[in-house]
């Protein structure tokens, strides 16, 4: 059952008239992810992917993240019924005392046709040992842990993921 859309303010767009089949699009939104001190992403070069009731989930250039961080994640991969088998990345510190975060990111090595140019991306999860940026907002991830999508100020939900919207 699809509910009630939130009201959309000024600046906001509304998750809920995003397509399904979602769509790829280019943004000049600036995108930084850091940990600490350390900038593991910034880029002015995102892919965004909308889809009905998730906030964008952002598609980053391998050439615009410290890829010597990134580390295959060895077994776990997952299928999406749109862009096709997905492969994961566990984020590697370089010394000091960070600690490695596990499935921080996927891509998609293979994608289906109608997303080719999700090839090689990475998407992150905005995980709370991160700081994920669009412009200058920090993001605050989709609820429910599974999807990766980036909440911030200009969209207005609700937004999938929560107990009870397995259905939408």
């Not at 397509?19 to 600036?30: K, S």
């Not at 350390?38 to 964008?56: G, I, Y």
Request: aromatic share 10%; with cysteine.
């Amino acid at each position: 059952m699809r509910p009630t859309p939130d009201p959309v303010g000024p600046g906001q767009e509304s998750v809920w008239d995003y397509p399904r089949p979602p769509r790829l699009e280019p943004t000049p939104r600036r995108i930084r992810i850091q940990r600490g001190d350390v900038v593991l992403v910034d880029t002015v070069r995102a892919l965004r992917l909308l889809e009905t009731s998730h906030p964008p989930t952002y598609y980053l250039p391998p050439d615009d993240i410290d890829m010597a961080r990134m580390h295959r994640a060895a077994g776990r991969s997952s299928f999406c019924e749109w862009k096709g088998q997905a492969h994961y990345y566990d984020l590697r510190p370089d010394g000091g005392d960070a600690i490695a975060l596990d499935g921080v990111a996927w891509a998609y090595a293979n994608p289906v046709a109608r997303f080719a140019a999700l090839k090689d991306h990475l998407a992150f999860y905005p995980h709370e040992a991160l700081t994920c940026l669009v412009d200058d907002e920090i993001a605050r991830p989709q609820p429910g842990g599974f999807y990766g999508g980036w909440i911030t100020s200009d969209l207005a939900g609700p937004f999938k993921g929560s107990p009870g919207t397995m259905g939408w």
